[in-house]
């Protein structure tokens, strides 16, 4: 048995939710038809909107179920500018440097498409987006000819609650707050924050939240976009008119129930489980530290102090090596982690968040991410600091650092 340390990447599948997905799917039945099985299906996925609205402190209207993170990105992305471009003529997008690319490459297909504008938000060391910042790109972008600040020609504010790679939370209710009273819609990408921090859609300020059911231990491929009752949406598919008519497609029954099953267990566990990971997290720091390899910890981190940092994250760089050959080391010694975005694995690039940063490319290429869980022990913790010593010299000798 290998010890899994990419929770990140994808964390395994419940017991309870697996139990729900069989229970559902054996029953089948399309949630739009109008028969009984149909009816039944719908009332299923109805009872899971609640729940994930429960859990999250949406209102179940606000629910827009998708196939995970990545479409809901691209819907709110990709549906509010088309909306804000057809009734304000608004063609900027202010977004977070340190975004996982279910964002970053809808913005950039925008840019290049569609002669969108784009502010980066640039991160501190830490990863941070600062407040200030935002509001000044935001005075900054004000129409030339206007003053009202509704008359700002920015489209969507887009910046996640959680980072995928160095754990950095953000300021996110902050944040939506200064958009708000711009009166510019904002998106928060919290598919690694739910299930490890308090997430509250209504408190959070967001009007467009990005949610995902594998990384809190329910299936790959169910999602939700939450999108307030008043967030102005063009579909990307049409079809069936599903979903507020903004998400065509059958809905996945099945898939609904298991999400909601594993969400209402991941956040009735979070409290506690969040304070194990921290002190398992800040274990596995501390000994990697220890063993004197000149390891650093990026992102928010202090020994002993509680920080802006997930509480499942550790991200390390070590000098002199590749990230891809500490990834296929450790795996060939039975431990499984990643460089960094599970998405960008076998593309060997230093990682935009380390650059945005601000760290050196010889540096970012050095990253190591060690993502806990449900699942994690302090066995896992103990395979990856034996393996460790080994693994850095024959990865600093591949490299000739050594
Ligand atoms: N956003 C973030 C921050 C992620 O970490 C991921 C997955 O790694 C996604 C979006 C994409 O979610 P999904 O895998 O459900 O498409």
């Known amino acids: 048995m290998s010890a899994y340390l990419d929770h990140a990447a994808t964390t395994p599948l419940r017991a309870s939710a697996r139990a729900a997905w069989v229970e559902q799917s054996q029953r089948g039945g399309n949630p739009s038809s109008l028969h009984t099985s149909g009816r039944a299906a719908r009332a299923v996925v109805e009872e899971s909107r ?20 990545t479409e809901a990105d691209n819907l709110a992305i990709k549906g509010t500018y088309a909306a804000r471009l057809a ?14 690319h279910a964002v970053l490459d809808p913005v950039e297909h925008l840019v290049q498409s569609q002669g969108a504008d784009v502010t980066w938000l640039e991160p501190d ?7 200030d910042d935002l509001k000044s790109a935001l005075v900054a972008t004000l129409a030339p000819a206007v003053g009202a600040t509704d008359a700002l020609d920015v489209a969507i504010i887009s910046v996640m609650w959680a980072n995928n790679e160095v754990g950095t ?23 690694q924050a739910v299930g490890q921090l308090p997430v509250d859609f209504a408190a959070s300020g967001a009007d467009l939240m990005t949610v995902s059911a594998h990384k809190v231990g329910g299936p790959v491929g169910v999602g939700a ?4 009752r008043d967030a102005r949406l063009v579909p990307l598919a049409h079809g069936g008119g599903q979903e507020r008519q903004v998400r065509s497609g059958t809905l996945d029954a099945a898939g609904i129930r298991a999400f909601a099953v594993a969400l209402t267990e991941a956040v009735a566990e979070r409290d506690v489980e969040a304070k194990r990971l921290t002190a398992l997290r800040d274990h596995l720091i501390g000994r990697a530290l220890a063993l004197d390899l000149g390891i650093s910890v990026s992102g928010c981190w202090t020994a002993g102090e509680a920080t802006d940092r997930l ?3 550790a991200h390390l760089l070590v000098p002199g090596c590749e990230g891809d050959s500490l990834l296929y080391l ?53 395979a990856f600091i034996a393996a460790l010593p080994r693994v850095v010299e024959r990865a600093r000798r591949a490299s000739g650092a050594a």
């Open 50 to 69: 609640e729940e994930i609205a429960g859990a999250l402190g949406a209102r179940p209207s606000e629910v827009v179920f998708t196939s995970g993170g």
């Open 87 to 100: 009734s304000v003529g608004a063609r900027r997008l202010v977004v977070g440097g340190t975004e996982h």
């Open 125 to 131: 060391r830490c990863g941070h987006i600062s407040v």
């Open 169 to 191: 939370v953000q300021p996110v209710a902050d944040l939506a707050a200064v958009a708000r009273e711009a009166g510019v819609p904002f998106h928060t990408d919290a598919v």
């Open 225 to 228: 976009l939450l999108a307030r």
């Open 311 to 313: 509480p499942g994250n």
């Open 330 to 382: 450790l795996d060939a010694a039975g431990v499984e982690c990643s460089t960094g975005s599970a998405c960008q694995a076998g593309v060997p690039q230093p990682s935009h968040v380390l650059l945005a940063m601000g760290y050196p490319e010889a540096e970012a290429r050095g990253a190591l991410r060690l993502s806990l869980g449900h699942t994690s022990t302090d066995a896992d913790v103990d």
